[in-house]
């Protein structure tokens, strides 16, 4: 999915509230492989059957992304575990390389810069993470913890230092009090506070905020949300707020951005993606949440399978392999019956989830006894086949290449963009369900 970068002049300090603050350009990042002894190494094999190195094998944990996050907002980022949101964070905070793409702050490539800019700009952009125990030092006092950033950056005197930091307390919500006491007397929730009032004190634009509350008990969440969303106000913050929970991200967010192995699926507006959740990867992920859903009507998506592997992802649109509206191939002349009938067949073919082999059986039980006329009603013909001489791996392969290749969301990498029925706000969805 793409977005267009703005024409910010390279540098240029000033961004008004409402533009471009982030832009995110076709940032993919990859890992080598570590896992398994010799996993690194990917092979195939020669006419022996020996194995030939091929080279090394790569995570491909985000892939393609753009987007842009505006001044004064708060875009979430939401997807389940592994798919890449962590990454994508510490990518833009440049704790990471990208392996492609740009990442460009007020205007300038990140990429570019070096030496005091690029130390002025690392002060711009702040990071909260998700275990407020973790990241705060045991054997400091809050005080020093908080002023830390601003003495790595030369600012203020320890005096002035001293009294900002307690003034940031108090802003956090916290007693300046407690400046001298040691981050164990404090809980949870009070702890990410001490992690806001630090981040806060080098005076930042930007703060990516990675499952900052997710360790917090629920009755704790709501009010360190309250708490940020006020200090956003106050100093005119902007953040990228990563969660994996849509309650969470629906009380904070403007815009929302959701992942899936390591791409954008959908990106709009918060009340446009929460009423009118185009991608069936988003409706499937809002079918999760465990509050009674207004809007259900029993026809959305349910998730069927695991993740496939982000070393070798599905072509065209990654979520094809679990999507439950995967788009009949252009070539076959199927009601959408009997596609859904191929589809199920397909499916259970590739579980092998029955012991039946007799192909009248089959066709009874998968196709009511009518299985398509032409091309498509050949092709599963002869997986029926396949099944009735045991040969499971066949018919499975077969069904797959017949159709699951064929569809469009095989071969296609979707990105559209579709008319918003809330707001104003741009909706871009990669489903090619939104083609017309
Ligand atoms: N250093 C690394 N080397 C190899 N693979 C990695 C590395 N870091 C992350 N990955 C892989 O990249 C993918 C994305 O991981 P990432 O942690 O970014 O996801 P996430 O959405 O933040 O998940 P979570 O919410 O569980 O933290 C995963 O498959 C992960 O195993």
């Not at 599905?314 to 199927?334: K, M, Q």
């Not at 706000?425 to 990669?430: C, F, G, K, L, P």
Request: aromatic share 8%; net charge negative; charged share 30%.
């Amino acid at each position: 999915m793409t977005e267009r970068a703005s024409s910010a002049s390279d540098g240029a300090d000033a961004v008004g509230f409402g533009e471009p603050l982030v832009e995110i350009q076709n940032v993919s990042k990859h890992f080598p492989n570590e896992e398994g002894m010799f996993s690194w190494l990917s092979f195939n094999r020669d006419a022996d059957g020996l194995p030939i190195e091929t080279g090394r094998e790569w995570v491909r944990a985000v892939e393609d992304v753009s987007f842009t996050i505006r001044k004064g907002e708060t875009l979430g980022l939401v997807g389940e575990s592994g798919c890449g949101k962590s990454t994508l964070a510490r990518t833009i905070l440049r704790l990471l390389e990208p392996t492609e793409g740009s990442i460009y702050f007020k205007g300038t490539d990140l990429a570019d810069l070096s030496g005091e800019r690029l130390r002025n700009t690392r002060k711009d952009i702040q990071m909260i993470f998700q275990d407020p125990q973790s990241s705060l030092d045991p054997r400091m006092k809050v005080g020093k913890i908080v002023e830390e950033p601003m003495q790595a950056h030369g600012m203020l005197d320890s005096e002035g230092r001293a009294a900002r930091a307690q003034e940031l307390l108090e802003k956090v919500g916290l007693d300046p009090q407690h400046y001298n006491r040691y981050p164990h007397a404090f809980s949870g929730g009070q702890r990410q506070r001490i992690n806001l009032a630090r981040a806060l004190s080098v005076n930042p634009d930007f703060i990516v905020c990675d499952e900052p509350v997710s360790a917090l008990d629920v009755s704790i969440q709501a009010q360190v949300l309250n708490t940020m969303r006020d200090l956003q106000k106050e100093f005119g913050l902007t953040y990228l707020f990563i969660a994996h929970d849509l309650s969470v991200i629906r009380h904070i967010s403007d815009r929302v951005a959701v992942m899936y192995l390591g791409q954008l699926v959908e990106l709009a507006d918060k009340q446009e993606l929460f009423e009118n959740p185009t991608h069936p990867y988003t409706q499937a992920l809002l079918d999760s949440i465990p509050v009674p859903d207004p809007r259900a009507d029993g026809h959305r998506g349910v998730l069927e399978g695991d993740v496939p592997s982000p070393i070798d992802p599905p072509s065209g649109c990654r979520f094809r392999t679990r999507c439950p509206e995967l788009i009949t191939p252009a070539e076959y002349d199927l009601t959408d019956a009997e596609w859904e009938r191929v589809r199920s067949f397909m499916r259970h073919v590739k579980r092998r989830d029955f012991t039946e082999t007799d192909p009248d059986a089959l066709s009874q039980r998968y196709f009511d006894g009518q299985i398509p006329s032409g091309d498509a009603g050949d092709k599963v013909s002869a997986a029926i086949d396949d099944i009735a001489a045991d040969d499971w791996d066949a018919a499975a392969e077969r069904l797959q290449n017949a159709f699951a290749e064929q569809s469009i969301c095989a071969r296609e990498e979707p990105d559209y963009e579709v008319d918003p029925e809330y707001g104003a706000d741009r909706h871009t969805v990669a489903c090619h369900l939104c083609r017309e």
